[in-house]
């Protein structure tokens, strides 16, 4: 695996050009601005003048001194082309109609003999916002283009050597973008978990897409920070925040959706490592479901249009904490009442995720140390985190099921893997010297369905979709009475992981709510 310190970096003149570029565009500026000048004088005469030798010539400059203070104080030279967006066109467009009635008021008091002719300001005017702007548009994309420097990796997908394309051969995921693209136009589109493995690829793409703004929110600074960095580079007219906020604290979610109502909510945020949640169960229903019903209330509150919730295969049948809290937020999702259009996408594992098992395996081959194998006939559902993120937002575009599930093609055997694994790292060596079984661990399944025996699957629109239609086993009372008792019980000092673990699989809320209310 190669480094990122041994990777080529951008050459130093061009590090030097970039940092200085902005305010090195100050000159061509001040010709833009006199060019306009002297098109207008053109235009008005049909001669060609230079401005400073005419009648007005003190009039002009004043008329070059106001466009250019409008300019600074705009921030225009505070910012790289690279990173101008739509709202930094739009402020430095204002700026320069600002300019232009200031300039004239400022002419006319100051010298009002010296006022250049109103149609020569106007075509003036006209030149000032379409030159300076286009050149920063034209050199946003020139930038684009001449950077050498390496592409980031998407935060939350390891860079590993070894990718599901070469060991299964899939055909490409088409969706309807052109659709896509013309229902997010108007639109404001909330990431929860954005910085995480799903979150990140949503976020890239959701950006090609051009929605009208991007809410990415995010727990972790550095997840944010790295999707920040990755997000500013990228070409997009639209709005993009970057919020660092909890999405189980009710207070800060409940500003964030006044703040910037968003119109879709993709929630992706959630705890994923089964064994690790084993030993949190509390925690693990805090954030994979609490949060769920949080946000899918505020949701309800803000009159948002659609509540797409992330979910997993291992909330079918579970038999991990990690599954059974997914599972319970899967029942609010189905259950609640509302306008908002709610779906859930069901999928299972994500290739080379954060934390999963393929970058482990990188970890252990770049040591020269054996693969742990759960068991031999361990398998699982995977997918590719670009196949996964595009059908996500695929169903965006669907009404008819509750629950969406993804076809993922057969399950992979895990001992497969490793042994490919292996023969690509060490084609000389016998791929079972490298394997060590080290048996399963808690929560964990031989292997995962993406159906209950009680869902009816149906065919969709799109080929990789599977719609789900089942029978919601649940009323919102009763989960939110049931969820009550279990917050109570995750908050008591002498209720043990293993009392809260044994409530979280409970599949007869009746005589737990009750419980609670006596």
Request: glycine share 6%; with cysteine.
């Amino acid at each position: 695996m190669t480094s990122p310190a041994s990777e080529p970096s951008a050459p130093a003149w061009w590090q030097w050009l970039r940092v200085r570029l902005p305010l090195l565009l100050a000159i061509p500026d001040v010709i833009v601005l006199y060019v306009g000048l002297l098109i207008g004088y053109k235009i008005r005469f049909e001669s060609w003048l230079l401005p400073h030798a005419t009648e007005w010539g003190a009039g002009t400059l004043i008329v070059l001194g106001v466009y250019v203070g409008a300019l600074v104080a705009s921030g225009l030279y505070a910012v790289s082309p690279r990173h101008m967006h739509l709202r930094e066109f739009m402020r430095v467009g204002t700026w320069l109609i600002g300019a232009w009635g200031l300039s004239v008021t400022v002419t006319y008091v100051v010298s009002p003999q010296n006022l250049p002719p109103r149609s020569v300001m106007a075509v003036h005017g006209l030149v000032a916002i379409v030159g300076i702007l286009g050149l920063r548009a034209v050199l946003r994309r020139a930038i684009e283009h001449l950077s050498t420097a390496p592409e980031e990796t998407a935060p939350g997908i390891a860079d590993t050597d070894v990718h599901l394309h070469d060991l299964v051969p899939r055909d490409p995921v088409d969706i309807d973008r052109a659709a896509l693209r013309d229902y997010l136009s108007g639109r404001t589109v909330l990431v929860t978990g954005a910085g995480g493995s799903i979150g990140s690829e949503l976020s890239r793409q959701l950006v090609e897409l051009g929605p009208f703004r991007l809410v990415f929110v995010d727990v972790s600074e550095y997840n944010l920070y790295q999707l920040e960095q990755s997000m500013r580079a990228e070409r997009y007219d639209g709005d993009m925040e970057f919020c660092i906020a909890d999405v189980r604290d009710s207070s800060i979610m409940d500003e964030l959706c006044t703040s910037m109502q968003p119109d879709v909510v993709l929630h992706t945020a959630a705890y994923k490592h089964v064994p690790l949640m084993e030993r949190h169960p509390a925690e693990a229903f805090r954030n994979n479901t609490l949060a769920t019903v949080n946000l899918l209330d505020l949701s309800e509150q803000h009159d948002v249009e659609q509540f797409v919730f992330v979910s997993t295969d291992k909330a079918v049948e579970p038999t991990s904490v990690l599954g059974a809290t997914k599972r319970m937020a899967e029942w609010y999702v189905r259950a609640a009442t509302s306008n908002v259009k709610r779906k859930i996408v069901r999928f299972g594992n994500v290739f080379g995720s954060q934390g999963s098992v393929v970058p482990r395996f990188e970890e252990q081959l770049d040591a020269g140390e054996p693969l742990p194998v759960t068991h031999p006939e361990m398998e699982r559902y995977f997918m590719s985190v670009d196949e996964a993120c595009s059908l996500i937002l695929q169903t965006v575009l669907f009404d008819a099921h509750p629950v969406y599930i993804l076809r993922m093609g057969d399950p992979i055997s895990i001992r497969w893997l490793a042994e490919q694994m292996i023969e690509r790292r060490y084609p000389h060596v016998d791929p079972d010297a490298m394997i060590e079984y080290v048996g399963r661990r808690p929560g964990e399944k031989l292997s995962e369905d993406l159906l209950t025996p009680t869902e009816t699957p149906e065919g969709t629109a799109h080929d990789s979709i599977v719609g789900v239609d089942s029978a919601v086993p649940f009323s919102r009372t009763e989960l939110e009475l049931y969820f009550r008792h279990l917050r109570s019980l995750c908050q008591n000092a002498h209720a043990t992981k293993a009392q809260v673990r044994r409530a979280l699989f409970e599949t007869k809320l009746d005589s737990a709510g009750q419980d609670v209310s006596s």
